[in-house]
């Protein structure tokens, strides 16, 4: 795999601290695009650098989660939002109450739609705007 193809992937999958390291090797010119991933060496980094790129967010890396939130005892909400605090603040705005909890998932989970299956990560791209209601699951006892 090419440092080109990683770089692409761990933007896709949201990587923060992989995408700040090979964005600062690839600007000092320690490695390039079409290098071989053997080669990169995290060590070379200046990691304060890096470290600062992401406290100030430099490349405006928001990490998209999706949560499940508790509505009681049989029912849960699943949101996807840019972190915990703002899916329980939507959840709240939403439904004029308090999750019981909030949890999240990991967005490759997959879970059974129709006749098939989806993950999160593939759901995500079928809204324009967050947060945002996925959907609903309701435990049968």
Known sequence: MLVGELYLESIYLEQCSLTYYLYHLLA?????LNDDIDQIAL?????QKVAE???TNHLGIRKLGIYSLKRNAKEFVFIYAYGEEEAIEFFTKTF???PLNCHEYPLDFELARGNGVISFREMKKEFDDFPVVAGYFMRME
């Open 28 to 32: 000092e010119q320690k490695i390039s």
């Open 53 to 55: 790129m992401i406290q």
């Open 43 to 47: 060590e070379q980094a200046n990691h």
């Open 96 to 98: 004029r109450d308090a």
